[in-house]
Each structure stands twice: as C-alpha cells, then as structure tokens.
C-alpha cells in the first residue's frame, strides 16, 4: 500500500491543482486576516473561510481525479484485480487527502508566519482550526464518492453542486433556520472578547466526519458484494451526521461565545506627551501606540472643554446607546487603521449630526462635521463616501484647520463646541470671512 | 520470476456457453464448448465474431447466461472472495490497454502488481522480472506516454504476467504493431508462454502460425473449430480465398460454419 500511495502522491493531477488551490486559500485567508493584529482567533476565521469557500471546488477536482480509471480506460485493469474495488480506489483518495493536508499545513504556517510578524496572539483555537482542514478533507471524499457513484464526468459538477448549496445556505442565509445551523461551511468570526463555541464546533466536527464517512459508504454501495456492510456503514454515518446537526441545531448555529469577564486582560497605554490613559484588550498592543497617539491628540484638543478626559477604556459589549462623549474606546480589530477607525467611531459619541441628522437650516452643517471628523482623525481628506456640492470649499476648511497652530486650535474646539456637538456650521467657521 | 507449475486439468473448459449482452435477443456466444490447454491457444475470427466476449467471460468481466464454465479449477460464477482469489492467479491484457500516461513502465507494472495482492516486498523484483522478460528494461524509467505502440503492448504483457499468473489472456495484443514489433512482439509471447496457459485472440492468421499450438475458430459466436495448427491446415481447399495454406484453411472453415448456421 505505502508504495502504491507513493505512486499516486507523485501522479495524481492534483499535483498541479493543489499549488493552484493553496495560493487561492492563501489569498482568502489574507484576505480575512486582520491587517494590523493578529490573533489565533483570527487565523482560526481566515482558515475555516479559506476552507469554506474552496471546499466545492475540492470536490470537483477530487471527483475529477477519481474518474481517471474511467478517463484511462483502465475498468478492464480495475475489474480483474485481486483486491476488493473500494479498496483500489483507496490510495489515490489518500493521496489526494495527503496533498490536501499539506495545502493546509502550507496555509497555515503562512497566515501564522505573516501573524508572527505583527506580533501573533493568544493560543490556536483548535477546534475551528480542526475543522477548516476537515472540510476540505470532507469534500475530498465527497467528489471520489459521487465519481465512484456516478462513473460519468457528471460526478464533477454533482459534486461541486452538494457545496455550492450549502453556499445558499449559509451565505446567502436561504433555507430553513435548522438546515442553516447545521451546515458545515462556516460563518464562525471571534469578535473580541468572544471565542469559538466548543458545543457548536464539536457538533460540526462531527458533522463533517459522519457526511465523510457517508459518502465514502454510498461510494462503496455501487459495488454489489459490498452492499449489505456499505449500508450499515452509511447508517452508521447516517447517525454520526444527525447527532453532530443536532448539537449544533442545539446551539442554534452560535458558532462563538463570550469568553469570562475574569480571563480578558485589559493594558493600560499611556499618550507620553498629553497624558491620556488607554484601556485595551492585550492584543491590541502591535497598535497601542498609534492608538495613544491619536487619542492624546483628540484629548488635547478638548482639553479646555467640558469633555475633556483623561482616560478612555475599550468595553467588549460597548455599543453606542447611552454611551457619553469619549466614555468608551470603540476598537475594531479588522479595521485597516485601527487608530483612526477607533477616532472615527469614537466621534459617533460626540458629534450630535452622525446620530440624530444635520441641524435644521444650516446649509454647511454636514460638511462642517465631515471637517471636523477628518481633522481630528488627523486625516487631510474628507471622510470616504462623503459627497458635498462644493468639495473645494470643504476641503479649503479642513486645511484650515490643519494649519491653525496646536493653542488656536484648542482654542477653537473650545469656541466651538456648541457646533460641534450639533453640527450647526457655518462656512465662516472654517476661517472664511 | 519463477514459473508457475504445471497444472494437470485442462485450465479453462467451457461447456455451451451462451453470452447475451443486455436484452439483445441475438446471443454474443452461442452453445459455445471448449477446451484450453498448456501453451498458447489462439481465438480466431473476424471482428464481432466473439472472440472480446469470450475473453471477458474467461477473465469473468462478462457473466455467462447458460451452460458451464471451470477457470483454473474454479466453476464460474463465483462468490467474491473466490473471484478475487481467482484474480490473482490470471493475467489479462485487455485489447484497449488503459493506462495513465505520467507513470513509468515499473510504476506501471508495480501498480499492476500491488492490483494482483503481490506481496509488498515482492513487488520491485517481480515488476522488474516481467519488464526484463518483455525486453523493456532500458525502457523501465520511461513515462508510458513517450513510448512507441509497440512498447506499450510490451508494457501491457509485462503488466499482465508480474504476478506470475496461470493463465494469461491477452486480447488482440499484436494490433496496432508493425512487422517488425509483431515478430519481437511474438519472441516475447513463445517466453512468457512456457509452462502457462496463454488465450491469444487474433484475425491475422500469420500470428496464429508463428506462435498458437491450438487454433479455436470462432464463427457468429459459434465454434468453427478447435485443434492444432496442423490439424486446422488439413482443412486448407484449393477453392478457399487466401495467400497461403493456412489462409485457405481458415477460409474453408468459416464458409463451412457459416453454410451451416445458415442452414439451421
């Protein structure tokens, strides 16, 4: 077996498919990949994404590689062995899971390596991590199988057919809210605080082994002396499927939960030039800096206002209701500029227009609190997405502002704080006469 | 590679056998009674004669409807497991040989033989003995993809016999071959044949000649006739089409088989 297995890893097609397909997983993993941190919560999410969106396509290919007897012509070969025939199909299906295997080993070590260099944190969340290289496994075997079963090219687009549905499913959220829970490809992301559902993922991982194990046992039905053991081996898997759908039905598809209060550890950052305090979650610190950085400035500029504070903590539940001027640290850990996205967000507490709408008859008002958001993000251009009439007036405002030296411009947060809490603009606010 | 012993009843009878393929009202073999013995035995005829469907139902690819068939001592149809252990003891070489063009010959012939349950340890010097003995041995690192028609019928013949087997069937194994490929290819035939059973199928009465110690003639699925070459030469009339003796022989035969099929 181990030099027929030799054989078909030095053979099989998939030798030029799987590069192929491990620079594609790599592509989606990166592009999970938070760009400033990096946590093995988030390596988790990019893999099982990776493994989720190319599970399909695996499938195809592997059903693909399986109709090489049939592509071959090699049936007479295959019909006068002296081995049982799910047994000849055996070494290329292990061939193809070991080729797979290694494609996900590669996937890994890359998004690890790429998070190593930013400064990786917290340990692997092993289940969802065992789960992104089942899946890929799983349809591996699903494609051998449907080609087993099918003996016609038609395996290929059947095959990839099974994941393209349970794309419906859980992408585009269709179908019955039991079927969506319990379906395999992933939606799992670990916002902060929060981590992979043990219950769920084990549920699912059962799941994967069983739908595995029953397209290996419906493959094998085609073969007449195997009928009676491959119909008890696919009511076995039967099981195996419906008892991992039911606990992650049970979970109703939750596939994170929060992690103890007690367990989150919390830095403290100090901006060395205003004295602003930051309270943060730990792997925040690759960016601890540039987070003091923007905030100090943002605290300055209030300083001689009654916002001013000294001290702002992230809160893992925080949202926006109630929540007073510069209260809570608002951090996204999958922002491009974590720093400036936290400014951006932290603003929603402060500038009256973002929530309640522009005040009533003043014609600069949006985009005078468009100027005052990219000023104190510290940005030279206006927010993206924002449309005015006039840019030029605009943008003429916000590097009016820029250029005001650091005690006018305090000064002028002071003047202006009815303003900037309401939006109520005036170009002549900006410096115009 | 060590031959394998002589066996003392004959290694393939058939007793009207009948072949029918799907509904298809017109059997493929008709009431068909033979005998293959020690050495090779050619099946001869013309095309759709029933010379494939005869093949495949002594290598059990293709089941019989009616009468009795004995492979090697074992009474198809069999169970499984008898067939497998069946398997391991017949050589066959299909008239398409199917192979994956990115293996070398040994990868091949290994394969072939892990295909036959060859012992693992084994298998190296059993792919490497059939390669030498179909000459290919300078050939043995070269992918199946790059060799010439020839080659790959000796490819095929190797694959066939690296499990040492009792009975070796190799359907039409001189077509598509030169002169010249055919007489090396024949060379290689009367070597492997010595102690085993080897069912050639053939429509080139010169291959019969040169290698076949028992000729069968098939005829619309029927026998036309069984015997040795010198017997069948007896049958040559001077009427009969065909360039030689043996030509006319088998001429004469297929005329008489079919005035009598169309009589009944």
Same mark, same amino acid.
């Given at each position: 077996?181990?030099?027929? !297995?030799?054989?078909?890893?030095?053979?099989?097609?998939?030798?030029?498919?799987?590069?192929?397909?491990?620079?594609?997983?790599?592509?989606?993993?990166?592009?999970?990949?938070?760009?400033?941190? &990096?946590?093995?919560?988030?390596?988790?999410?990019?893999?099982?994404? &990776?493994?989720?969106?190319?599970?399909?396509?695996?499938?195809?290919? @592997?059903?693909?590689?399986?109709?090489?007897?049939?592509?071959?012509?090699?049936?007479?070969?295959?019909?006068?062995?002296?081995?049982? $025939?799910?047994?000849?199909? !055996?070494?290329?299906?292990?061939? $193809?899971?070991?080729?797979?295997?290694?494609?996900?080993?590669?996937?890994?070590?890359?998004?690890?390596?790429?998070?190593?260099?930013?400064?990786?944190?917290?340990?692997?969340?092993?289940?969802?991590?065992?789960?992104?290289?089942?899946?890929?496994?799983?349809?591996?075997?699903?494609?051998? @199988?449907?080609?087993?079963?099918?003996?016609?090219?038609?395996?290929?687009?059947?095959?990839?057919?099974?994941?393209?549905?349970?794309?419906? !499913?859980?992408?585009? *959220?269709?179908?019955?809210?039991?079927?969506?829970?319990?379906?395999?490809?992933?939606?799992?992301?670990?916002?902060?605080?929060?981590?992979?559902?043990?219950? =769920?993922?084990?549920?699912?991982?059962?799941?994967?082994?069983?739908? $595995?194990?029953?397209?290996?046992?419906?493959?094998?039905?085609?073969?007449?002396?195997?009928? =009676?053991?491959?119909?008890?081996?696919?009511?076995?898997?039967? &099981?195996?499927?419906?008892?991992?759908?039911?606990?992650?039905?049970?979970?109703?598809?939750?596939?994170?939960?929060?992690?103890?209060? $007690?367990?989150?550890?919390?830095?403290?950052?100090?901006?060395?030039?205003?004295?602003?305090?930051?309270?943060?979650?730990?792997? =925040?610190?690759?960016?601890?800096?540039?987070?003091?950085? &923007?905030? *100090?400035?943002?605290?300055?500029?209030?300083?001689?206002?009654?916002?001013?504070?000294?001290?702002?903590?992230?809160?893992?539940?925080?949202?926006?209701?109630?929540?007073?001027?510069?209260?809570?640290?608002?951090?996204?850990?999958?922002?491009?500029?974590?720093?400036?996205?936290?400014?951006?967000?932290?603003?929603?507490?402060?500038?009256? @227009?973002?929530?309640?709408?522009?005040?009533?008859?003043?014609?600069?008002?949006?985009?005078?609190?468009?100027?005052?958001?990219?000023?104190?993000?510290?940005?030279?251009?206006?927010?993206?997405?924002?449309?005015?009439?006039?840019?030029?007036?605009?943008?003429?405002?916000?590097?009016?502002?820029?250029?005001?030296?650091?005690?006018?411009?305090?000064?002028?947060?002071?003047?202006?704080?009815?303003?900037?809490? *309401? @939006?109520?603009?005036?170009?002549?606010?900006?410096?115009?006469? | 590679?060590?031959?394998?012993?002589?066996?003392?009843?004959?290694?393939?009878?058939?007793?009207?056998?009948?072949?029918?393929?799907?509904?298809?009202?017109?059997?493929?073999?008709?009431?068909?009674?033979?005998?293959?013995?020690?050495?090779?035995?050619?099946?001869?005829?013309?095309?759709?004669?029933?010379?494939?469907?005869?093949?495949?139902?002594?290598?059990?690819?293709?089941?019989?409807?009616?009468?009795?068939?004995?492979?090697?001592?074992?009474?198809?149809?069999?169970?499984?497991?008898?067939?497998?252990?069946?398997?391991?003891?017949?050589?066959?070489? +299909?008239?398409?040989?199917?192979?994956?063009?990115?293996?070398?010959?040994?990868?091949?012939?290994?394969?072939?033989?892990?295909?036959?349950?060859? +012992?693992?340890?084994?298998?190296?010097?059993?792919?490497?003995?059939?390669?030498?003995?179909?000459?290919?041995?300078?050939?043995?690192?070269?992918?199946?993809?790059?060799?010439?028609?020839?080659?790959?019928?000796?490819?095929?013949?190797?694959?066939?016999?690296?499990?040492?087997?009792?009975?070796?069937?190799?359907?039409? +194994?001189?077509?598509?071959?030169? +002169?010249?490929?055919?007489?090396?290819?024949?060379?290689?035939?009367?070597?492997?044949?010595?102690?085993?059973?080897?069912?050639?199928?053939?429509?080139?009465?010169?291959?019969?000649?040169?290698?076949?110690?028992?000729?069968?003639?098939?005829?619309?699925?029927?026998?036309?006739?069984?015997?040795?070459?010198?017997?069948?030469?007896?049958?040559?009339?001077?009427?009969?089409?065909?360039?030689?003796?043996?030509?006319?022989?088998?001429?004469?035969?297929?005329?008489?088989?079919?005035?009598?099929?169309?009589?009944?």
């Amino acid at each position: 077996m181990r030099r027929v !297995l030799g054989l078909e890893l030095r053979r099989t097609s998939l030798r030029y498919s799987v590069p192929l397909l491990t620079l594609l997983a790599a592509a989606v993993a990166f592009q999970a990949a938070h760009p400033q941190l &990096a946590t093995w919560a988030n390596i988790s999410t990019s893999m099982l994404r &990776a493994a989720s969106a190319l599970a399909p396509f695996i499938a195809g290919l @592997c059903a693909w590689e399986a109709l090489r007897a049939r592509r071959r012509r090699m049936q007479a070969t295959d019909g006068t062995a002296a081995r049982p $025939a799910p047994l000849i199909r !055996l070494p290329q299906l292990l061939g $193809a899971l070991i080729w797979l295997a290694g494609s996900w080993v590669v996937v890994v070590a890359a998004t690890a390596i790429r998070g190593a260099t930013v400064g990786l944190f917290g340990s692997p969340e092993v289940l969802p991590l065992l789960q992104s290289l089942l899946l890929p496994l799983a349809f591996a075997v699903l494609g051998v @199988c449907t080609a087993e079963l099918l003996t016609s090219w038609i395996a290929v687009p059947a095959s990839t057919a099974f994941g393209l549905a349970l794309y419906l !499913l859980t992408f585009a *959220g269709t179908g019955p809210d039991a079927l969506r829970w319990a379906d395999v490809l992933s939606r799992f992301a670990a916002p902060d605080g929060w981590t992979s559902n043990p219950v =769920y993922f084990t549920g699912v991982i059962v799941e994967t082994v069983g739908l $595995a194990a029953l397209f290996a046992a419906l493959g094998a039905l085609r073969h007449r002396p195997y009928r =009676y053991p491959s119909a008890v081996a696919a009511l076995l898997a039967g &099981a195996l499927v419906v008892a991992g759908a039911g606990l992650a039905i049970g979970q109703r598809g939750r596939s994170t939960t929060a992690l103890p209060e $007690a367990s989150l550890t919390l830095i403290t950052v100090v901006d060395s030039r205003n004295r602003v305090e930051l309270r943060m979650l730990e792997h =925040y610190r690759p960016v601890a800096a540039q987070l003091a950085e &923007a905030w *100090g400035r943002v605290s300055a500029l209030f300083a001689d206002t009654p916002l001013a504070f000294r001290r702002i903590e992230q809160r893992i539940d925080a949202d926006h209701a109630d929540a007073r001027p510069f209260e809570r640290l608002y951090l996204n850990p999958g922002a491009t500029d974590v720093a400036d996205g936290s400014i951006a967000e932290g603003l929603q507490d402060v500038i009256g @227009c973002f929530r309640d709408g522009p005040a009533q008859g003043a014609l600069f008002s949006l985009d005078g609190a468009a100027v005052v958001q990219s000023w104190l993000r510290g940005s030279r251009d206006l927010p993206s997405g924002f449309h005015t009439p006039d840019p030029q007036r605009t943008l003429e405002a916000l590097r009016w502002l820029h250029e005001l030296p650091e005690h006018d411009a305090r000064a002028w947060v002071t003047a202006h704080l009815d303003q900037i809490l *309401g @939006c109520d603009w005036e170009p002549e606010d900006f410096g115009r006469p | 590679m060590t031959m394998a012993a002589p066996h003392a009843a004959a290694p393939v009878e058939a007793d009207s056998i009948v072949v029918r393929y799907g509904r298809s009202s017109t059997p493929a073999v008709s009431e068909l009674s033979f005998t293959l013995t020690q050495g090779i035995n050619a099946l001869v005829g013309r095309n759709g004669a029933g010379k494939s469907t005869v093949m495949n139902a002594v290598v059990t690819l293709q089941a019989i409807q009616s009468g009795r068939m004995r492979v090697l001592d074992a009474e198809l149809p069999l169970a499984e497991g008898p067939r497998r252990e069946l398997m391991r003891q017949l050589g066959y070489l +299909p008239q398409a040989l199917g192979y994956v063009p990115s293996f070398t010959v040994t990868e091949f012939v290994e394969y072939a033989a892990w295909l036959k349950r060859v +012992p693992s340890a084994a298998v190296p010097r059993a792919a490497a003995e059939a390669i030498a003995a179909v000459g290919l041995s300078d050939r043995a690192t070269s992918k199946l993809g790059k060799l010439s028609g020839g080659m790959l019928r000796r490819a095929g013949i190797a694959m066939a016999i690296a499990h040492d087997p009792r009975l070796l069937v190799l359907d039409e +194994p001189t077509a598509g071959l030169d +002169p010249e490929q055919r007489i090396r290819f024949r060379a290689t035939l009367r070597e492997v044949a010595a102690e085993r059973c080897v069912l050639i199928s053939s429509h080139l009465i010169e291959d019969v000649h040169a290698v076949a110690d028992r000729v069968h003639i098939l005829e619309g699925g029927r026998l036309a006739f069984s015997g040795s070459v010198e017997q069948m030469r007896a049958h040559a009339t001077d009427d009969a089409e065909g360039d030689s003796e043996l030509e006319r022989a088998y001429t004469a035969l297929v005329a008489r088989a079919r005035a009598r099929d169309d009589s009944a």
